[in-house]
């Protein structure tokens, strides 16, 4: 262990292990099987990367998505880290020759896709290296139980056996239920392995909800406050995509959009953008992300919600990796429900799997709904015992909300619902409310309710938003129809007496960091580095080493060492010009005290 974390602070520039990490490497270094359960951003790569140094031989990477295994690869190259991959992606005579270079020892780490494994040519290849660990990556891919099954994951177990001397195995993945992590352990033949189940909380997040806002403004507005910011919006439809992008664009912001209607040069150069910087804001459906390794993504906005938790966590926890904050905001409308739902029916499956899809996807709308703890309320989903009820840092809990009585505004909305005999939906309740002249209004009759008109001093979109949000807290149910109609619920009869107010949670606004100058030189510096390089810039240092940076302004070289996320390697690669960037602010800022040579 004293080697692997020196080894650590050398090719990685950090100082110590994290909790589970420092168990799992022991227990690999011991020669035993592991399945370490972690959330994204846990740190699940340092895991094996750094056994892959301390073992003799070979580490061989089995990593489902070829995007992730380049992006792996790349920078472990850029660590001083001898790695290499072999996928589809090469012509046979490159493949040879990496295979030779193996054999002779030039690398550590092999990368490749479960599918090489399914040639028997290639695995009588790999029986030919030296190969002392094993490692599963996503590795919840093997099971049919959980939401990404790989039918290739399968050949794994029978590579492993192959051996003449079995090497040891660790597989990770970032969701696990208990017969998921039981289905790895069986289809993967794991031998009395340690299983580490990290805790799910990832600390620097901040978790929000929005209900009831236009979110159109909502992000113009918030985009406008964070720029300078990368961030993925999340939209539930290439539609919604594309009308999203082109609303943003139009308003002249730099963002891409990622969605299966692309075609692979599409995706593939936006996805190359965003992991490089040009554009610092992608909006995409679920398709994106998966292969995304990219630690400096500041804010993950989900457009609408997504269909269950797990996929709610996996998205919003590509906020954040590099461990600085991040912001996870979902922007929740009612309607969101209709589109899921509609998905899971469209679904072919089974009548139990469709089960299993309503109720994963309730999870998701209580979430969406409770006035409690947010990060509880995901943690306690994932089997996390031991939770604070309240924790600092969403925004149920902290102080970003005050509350608003609108009580009034929501009688006049209740009332007018039941006027209308809880017949009829959003659009028609806000147009009555507002007094339109709409024909459908008129020939209803609806301009004679005593509640026509009544909030005319709002807009309609402004209407609206106080619908949603009373559907939200609950005090309205809105039917899964065709055609959804508004009814009041059991706790909108006190309202309506005067018995009982309603109160609106409004936000305040927050950024999601304050820069400060040296910071931002920093940034640059990395960025015109990184097109130097052809590599994408948190590669050559996190958000959170520049952050260290120029909080400490180290000014010679072993005071940068001392900062996380600076190795020896970088150190000697990119040390001398981030050191005379920081010397020039110094000076610039009239402070006397530093180096002059
Ligand atoms: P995962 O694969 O679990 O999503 P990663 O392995 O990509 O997570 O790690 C997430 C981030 O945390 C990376 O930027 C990584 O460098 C950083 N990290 C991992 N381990 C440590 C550690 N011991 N100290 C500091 N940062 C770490």
Not at 408 to 429: F, N
Not at 562 to 582: D, P
């Amino acid at each position: 262990m004293e080697r692997a974390r020196s080894l650590l602070k050398k090719y990685y520039g950090y100082s110590c292990f994290r909790a589970g990490q420092e168990k799992i490497i022991n227990n690999i270094l011991n020669g035993g099987d592991t399945l370490g359960i972690m959330p994204t951003g846990g740190g699940k790569s340092i895991c094996y990367q750094i056994p892959a140094l301390v073992l003799p031989g070979i580490t061989l990477v089995i990593s489902p998505l070829i995007s992730l295994m380049k992006d792996q690869v790349d920078a472990l190259i850029n660590q001083g880290i001898p790695a290499i991959f072999i996928n589809s992606t090469l012509a046979y005579r490159e493949t040879v020759t990496r295979m030779q270079d193996l054999a002779r020892g030039f690398y550590k780490l092999l990368y490749i896709a479960p599918e090489r494994l399914e040639s028997e040519s290639f695995r009588e290849l790999i029986y030919q290296l030296n190969i002392s660990l094993v490692a599963v990556d996503e590795a919840h891919c093997v099971s049919q139980w959980g939401h990404d099954f790989r039918p290739s994951y399968l050949a794994i177990a029978g590579l492993i056996n192959g051996f003449a001397t079995r090497p040891a195995v660790a597989a990770f993945t970032a969701t696990a239920t208990e017969a998921v992590r039981q289905d790895i352990i069986k289809q993967l033949g794991l031998q009395n392995p340690l299983v580490h189940i990290g805790g799910f909380d990832r600390t620097n997040l901040y978790l929000q909800v929005i209900k009831g806002e236009d979110k159109k403004n909502f992000l113009l507005q918030y985009l406008r406050q964070n720029q300078g910011c990368s961030g993925i919006i999340y939209a539930a439809t290439r539609k919604e995509v594309d009308s999203l992008y082109d609303f943003l664009q139009a308003k002249g912001f730099s963002v891409g959009k990622y969605h299966a209607g692309l075609s692979d040069g599409e995706r593939n150069q936006v996805q190359d953008d965003f992991i490089h910087d040009n554009i610092l804001v992608i909006i995409a459906t679920n398709a994106f992300g998966m292969g995304i390794n990219k630690s400096n993504v500041r804010f993950v906005i989900h457009h609408n919600m997504p269909k269950n938790m797990e996929a709610y966590y996996q998205e919003a926890g590509r906020a954040g990796r590099d461990g600085e904050s991040g912001e996870c905001i979902l922007l929740y409308s009612p309607q969101d429900i209709q589109v899921q739902k509609r998905l899971i029916e469209l679904n072919e499956t089974t009548p139990e799997r469709r089960e299993t899809d309503y109720r994963k996807l309730q999870s998701i709308i209580d979430y969406c709904h409770t006035s409690n703890c947010l990060r509880r309320c995901i943690l306690t989903y994932f089997g996390d015992t031991n939770v604070a009820d309240t924790c600092s840092s969403c925004f149920n809990c902290s102080g970003d909300s005050e509350s608003v009585d609108i009580t009034v505004q929501a009688q006049k909305i209740l009332s007018c619902i039941w006027r209308m005999r809880e017949q009829y939906g959003l659009t028609m309740v806000a147009d009555v409310l507002k007094g339109s002249q709409n024909k459908k209004v008129l020939q209803l009759g609806f301009n004679h309710l005593s509640t026509y008109g009544l909030l005319n001093n709002y807009a309609i979109r402004e209407i609206k938003d106080i619908i949603n949000m009373l559907i939200a807290e609950g005090y309205i149910t809105m039917t899964q129809s065709e055609y959804p109609v508004l009814k009041l619920r059991e706790s909108a009869y006190p309202v309506l007496k005067g018995q009982a107010s309603v109160y609106q949670k409004v936000r305040r606004n927050r950024q999601v960091h304050v820069d400060d100058n040296l910071f931002q030189m920093l940034r640059q510096l990395r960025k015109d580095i990184a097109v130097r390089e052809k590599l994408p810039p948190y590669m050559i240092f996190s958000d959170k080493t520049l952050q260290e940076m120029s909080r400490c302004c180290p000014t010679d070289e072993q005071g940068l060492l001392t900062v996380n996320g600076v190795g020896e390697f970088k150190l000697q690669r990119y040390g001398s010009e981030f050191l005379q960037k920081i010397y020039r602010y110094l000076a610039e800022g009239g402070i006397e005290d530093y180096p002059k040579n």
